[in-house]
């Protein structure tokens, strides 16, 4: 790999995990303005929480954009078609995030939900985001081979992604936004797409930290790759049905948005399963950090899915939508999966051999998000018992839902404290890692197979 091309990529993830410890910390600010209101008079709840959202949004986004930089050269067998626009993108992202901070501060907002800023700042974006296509589409084609799945992931996430931002924003045109019904439909069906997007470029990315780490490049190219790819497809295009209660849309349509999100999650669990049976029965010894944060991803893929598939039960969603399990659902996710299959991208990338700060991290980081979800969970139930069975004072059923609240509050701290330590180290990793890549001469026939030789500054046994 080019050097400038991968410190570029390097410095995306440097500031993914900039912007998310400062998502998280903001997160912090939120959930103890929930106990003691007013706690942070600087940053009150109306700043912290887009703060906090298009923060870690970012991190997503960042995170896994650093990772396509980072592995697609070793992929195509070529190097990236364009690496300058690599760091073009780098800038033009980091300014407009600066710019976006700076806007949330000043109280100036304008935009709506995850984009609450000024609609303005979109423009950069999506010139970034056109950079990163063109780079993409021009570096793939001169692969040689069919194309495993998570490079149709990639593709469509990265095409969608775009196609969806922009539909996000129709709302400014008049016509979209002068009817309710019309508006809320347009929005929620580009934010269900959004995040479709988003998780079929992090799908990607999982598969793609497992096949560099087992030296298998069959499980990608496999019938439940494809399935998943097709069912993450098939849930971009119509996840928002159940994502949205307000807009009459039709009932099998919904059920069929449920059954498809849900059948994706089994079918993401089970390759993660699948490849760590493998690695378990051809290795033995520690485990790699990369290789943790996947099991973890897989545990809460089980966990969300659990609780989605309660609260996909219309009597019990009854009670709880609206409510924080609807927070817990969406925290859960992109924490939970989201975000542990980026840091095991991030630990891969960086070489992050699983140290005993990193375990200690770890175990933090998952022990404290654990509490976190329950205490949300716990939350949403009481307030949806009280609110659907008594005619209590809005007040009232608040004080009730005083314990959970200060349990989020401070298992979130933990939250952070463990994301803190794992950042802290990645950051050092990422800075002290020189690589050299190796495309190997001998590709098999119809793959891109590439050996990828590290050369890395370990700092001892982990
Ligand atoms: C460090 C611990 C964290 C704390 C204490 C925290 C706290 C919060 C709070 C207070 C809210 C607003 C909830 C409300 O509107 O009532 C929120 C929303 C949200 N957070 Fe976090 N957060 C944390 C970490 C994260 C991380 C790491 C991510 C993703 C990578 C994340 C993703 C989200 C999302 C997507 C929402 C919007 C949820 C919705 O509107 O339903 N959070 N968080």
Known sequence: MHRSEGLAARGFLVFALGALVCGALFGVIGSWQHVIPGVVDAVPFVKSRPLHVSLVVAW????????????LPQIAGVPLHAPRLVWVHLVLFMLTGLAVITSYFMGRFGGREYWEFPPVLGIPIVIGWLLLLYNFFATVRGRQGPWPAYLWMWATGLVFFLFTYLEAHLWLIQRTGDNAVRDLTVQWKAYGALTGSWN????????????????????????AAFLLYALGFTNLLFGWAHHIYPVPSAT?????????????????????HQWRATMDAAHSGPRSMSHRFLFASEVWVLLNLALALLISIPAINLFTHGTHITVAHAMGSTIGINTT?????VCFIANGHATRTMRIGFALFNG???????????????????????DLPFQTIMQQLRPFLIGFAVSGF??????????GLALRRLNAREEKVVVSPERSKGSAEVRISPVSLDEGPM
């Open 60 to 71: 997503i986004f960042m995170a896994a954009i650093g990772g396509i930089y980072h592995y």
């Open 200 to 223: 079929m470029l992090v799908y990607g990315t999982s598969m793609v930290v497992m096949e560099r780490i087992s030296g298998n490049a069959r499980p990608a190219r496999s019938r």
């Open 368 to 390: 404290a998000l654990a509490l976190f979800w329950l205490s949300l969970i716990g939350a949403g139930a009481v307030k949806g018992w009280y609110t659907v069975m008594t």
């Open 252 to 272: 099998w349509l919904r059920m069929l948005a449920y059954g498809i999100s849900m059948t994706e999650w089994i079918v993401l669990a089970r390759i993660i």
């Open 341 to 345: 299959i980026l840091f095991a991208s």
């Open 414 to 423: 933990g939250v952070f404290a463990g994301l803190m330590v794992l950042t």
